[in-house]
């Protein structure tokens, strides 16, 4: 079992930035591949990024290419998310989430979530 608290969220105006942080707990929390997704209302959730536990690689959807960056701290048992530029286009619920596959941005293979943490981008 694998447990993820989300926070970070609120509202700010584009071009602004943030910082989501995902804290985790649990068993093997080192191994465990964290990913970053969001749900913007009356859409489907899709993939924003992950980090790999084998070898700290990470992945971007193009939509946050450039502008967002993921990062891993082992020792705070935490992941962080640092977006930058942001657009009213990532207002969404941001959730993180954990699975044993490596590198992988895709929902299915994510076994563990948090209860997401709301950025609402807007003037």
């Known amino acids: 079992q694998v447990q993820l608290v989300e926070s970070g969220g609120g509202k700010v105006q584009p071009g602004s930035s943030l910082r989501l942080s995902c804290t985790t707990s649990?068993?093997?929390?080192?191994?465990?591949?964290i990913g970053w997704f969001r749900q913007a209302p009356g859409k489907e959730r899709e993939g924003v990024s992950c980090?790999?536990?084998?070898?700290?690689?990470?992945y971007y959807a193009d939509s946050v290419k450039g502008r967002f960056t993921i990062s891993r701290d082992n020792a705070r048992n935490a992941v962080y998310l640092h977006m930058n530029g942001l657009k009213p286009e990532d207002t969404a619920v941001y959730y993180c989430?954990?699975?044993?596959?490596?590198?992988?941005?895709?929902?299915?293979?994510?076994?563990?979530w948090g209860q997401g943490t709301q950025v609402t981008v807007s003037s």
């Open positions: 989430a954990a699975t044993i596959v490596d590198g992988v941005l895709t929902e299915s293979e994510y076994d563990y």
């Open positions: 649990g068993d093997t929390k080192d191994y465990y591949t």
């Open positions: 980090i790999s536990s084998s070898d700290g690689a990470t």
